[in-house]
């Protein structure tokens, strides 16, 4: 059975940093893409991140270019995200999700349940 | 980047058909496979329609996706309509490495 499980999310300062983790099971890690979304409370979903299966290729929504940072240990079945200068905007539920085994990061298959950040004074 | 642009909400009656419209702003529907999320309240969100027509194992044949060319938009249709079935859809499709959601239609069954 194919488990994503998020931790880390919590209250955060505005400027402050947070490290997401998303532990995975039940299929092989290494052969697939992996995912962050996110949904700000009330909205819809919002793709954050993706990174390749070996992690050579990142991509990111341009409103967090240079302030998060997407990894993975393929030893460890373990995907995170870091997030740094933290914003009121960055307020949602963070989701881990798997994206697909081939060249391109289709679509995600599975979804982890969430871990919610909340960025305020 | 392209949009997906989704109708806001939808309602219907149990029993009856439903269809959720998505489309793409820009570039052509038919070039990258489209899919369909269920996400009830306090859930995360399961796929019930991948690579714009195919359904994975456990959604039940109620639910239907297709592409219309001429509009340069998916769809997804739901039959037989059952109060469990309320929830908010959402489509995706990609552009290169990027993921593109569309805003999301709450479904409402009464």
């Known amino acids: 059975e194919v488990q994503l499980v998020e931790s880390g999310g919590g209250l955060v300062q505005p400027g402050g940093s947070l490290r997401l983790s998303c532990a995975v099971s039940g299929f092989t890690f290494s052969s697939y893409w992996m995912s962050w979304v996110r949904q700000a409370p009330g909205k819809g979903l919002e793709w954050v991140a993706n990174i390749k299966q070996d992690g050579s290729e990142k991509y990111y929504v341009d409103s967090i270019k240079g302030r998060f940072t997407i990894s993975r240990d393929n030893a460890k079945n373990s995907l995170s995200l870091q997030m740094n200068s933290l914003r009121a905007e960055d307020t949602a539920i963070y989701y881990c999700?798997?994206?697909?085994?081939?060249?391109?990061?289709?679509?995600?298959?599975?979804w982890g349940q969430g871990t919610l950040v909340t960025v305020s004074s | 980047n392209f949009m997906l642009t989704q109708p806001h909400s939808v309602s219907e009656s149990p029993g009856k058909t439903v269809t959720i419209s998505c489309t793409r702003s820009?570039?052509?529907?038919?070039?990258?496979?489209v899919q369909w999320y269920q996400q009830r309240p306090g859930s995360a969100p399961t796929t019930v329609i991948y690579e714009d027509n195919q359904r994975p194992s456990g959604v039940p044949d109620r639910f239907s996706g297709s592409i219309d060319r001429s509009s340069n938009s998916a769809s997804l249709t739901i039959s037989g309509l059952r109060t469990e079935d309320e929830a908010d859809y959402y489509c995706?499709?990609?552009?290169?490495?990027?993921?593109?959601f569309g805003g999301g239609t709450k479904l409402t069954v009464v």
């Open positions: 995706q499709s990609y552009d290169n490495y990027n993921w593109v």
């Open positions: 999700a798997r994206g697909g085994s081939g060249r391109l990061p289709v679509s995600p298959d599975f």
């Open positions: 820009s570039g052509t529907i038919a070039n990258n496979y």
